[in-house]
């Protein structure tokens, strides 16, 4: 046999050889619906975010693409589900930053939030959104500090509940500060906490933005600053919390999207690629935006190396703060 046509052989084979480096499923993914867990009940901004994403991706792969929720335990349950179901692509999870979150509040999990999973992609970060009572003599970051200090009673910050971002929120604004005249008031929800705060039961509040967003166009509520480290789309001419004094402040509620452990690296790309796309969709900017949702869509590896970095940051928040879960 001449040399080039022996070549041209095993260059044949190679191709081959790396057409089988996947099992035949993994080529033809996908070949059957998909499911997408969301930990959270219908209607919150997890499973609206995730329903977005979903009927697009849906349209994009050509299969059915089914939304069950699986509520319980700050996510855990759901998440839980995924973790242990078959590493093929057809079983996803949809989840908020509480994932990275949960390993610093409970001492036991059945499942390993970093090493269980195969990051996918940041759908969007959502910046809490730090508002007061009209009533409130503060207009400013560095108001509210000043008349925290001077309190002759502890100031109320309301929050969504024990342990969940907007409460770590406050307990890192409090750190940042330095003020220790400020009382943690948690709520079974964001509803009946901002009841309060129009109430004037509690005076302030770190709360997510699209819940926020109506009281505040409306006037009921007056925003400070946005938690994240640049300005919010949705609110352009309220500023950071670290541009009005406290540097390097920077917390946001982050939705992504995970799959098991050991998903082939095929099928790890090829969701992750579709769901960047899919972010990056006119329509879907503008329905996001208006949820005060700002899109992310980054790769697999970056989002592996963000869920981490989360990882490290609230754990030494928990850890400052005390934090504790019910």
Request: net charge positive.
């Amino acid at each position: 046999m001449k040399m080039t046509n022996r070549r041209n052989v095993l260059q044949i084979l190679g191709s081959g050889l790396a057409l089988n480096a996947f099992p035949s499923w993994a080529q033809d993914f996908p070949s059957r619906p998909i499911k997408v867990i969301i930990p959270f009940p219908p209607g919150g901004p997890t499973d609206i975010l995730g329903r977005i994403v979903a009927q697009k991706l849906s349209e994009r792969l050509g299969q059915s693409v089914v939304v069950d929720n699986k509520p319980g335990a700050s996510g855990m349950i759901g998440a839980d589900m995924v973790a242990k179901s078959p590493p093929d692509g057809y079983t996803l999870l949809v989840n908020a930053s509480l994932h990275v979150i949960n390993p610093s509040l409970y001492e036991k999990s059945r499942y390993d939030a970093i090493a269980d999973f195969a990051p996918l992609s940041n759908l969007a970060d959502v910046p809490l959104v730090l508002v007061v009572n009209p009533k409130t003599p503060v207009q400013t970051v560095k108001e509210l500090i000043a008349w925290v200090k001077v309190s002759k009673t502890p100031v109320n910050f309301a929050s969504s509940g024990n342990a969940t971002a907007p409460h770590l929120a406050g307990e890192a604004f409090k750190l940042a500060a330095g003020i220790e005249n400020m009382q943690h008031v948690p709520y079974k929800g964001s509803s009946p906490a901002l009841t309060d705060l129009l109430g004037g039961q509690v005076q302030m509040m770190f709360d997510s933005l699209p819940s926020s967003q109506p009281f505040i166009k409306s006037g009921a509520l007056k925003a400070i600053a946005v938690t994240t480290q640049r300005r919010s789309s949705s609110l352009p001419a309220i500023p950071t919390i670290a541009e009005s004094g406290l540097q390097g402040f920077n917390f946001s509620t982050w939705y992504g999207v995970w799959a098991p452990k050991s998903t082939p690296t095929q099928i790890v790309q090829r969701l992750s690629s579709e769901i960047g796309q899919i972010t990056r969709l006119p329509d879907v900017r503008e329905r996001f935006l208006a949820l005060g949702a700002e899109p992310v869509g980054n790769s697999a590896e970056d989002f592996a190396a963000f869920t981490k970095t989360e990882l490290t940051k609230w754990a030494r928040i928990v850890k400052q703060s005390g934090a504790r879960v019910d």
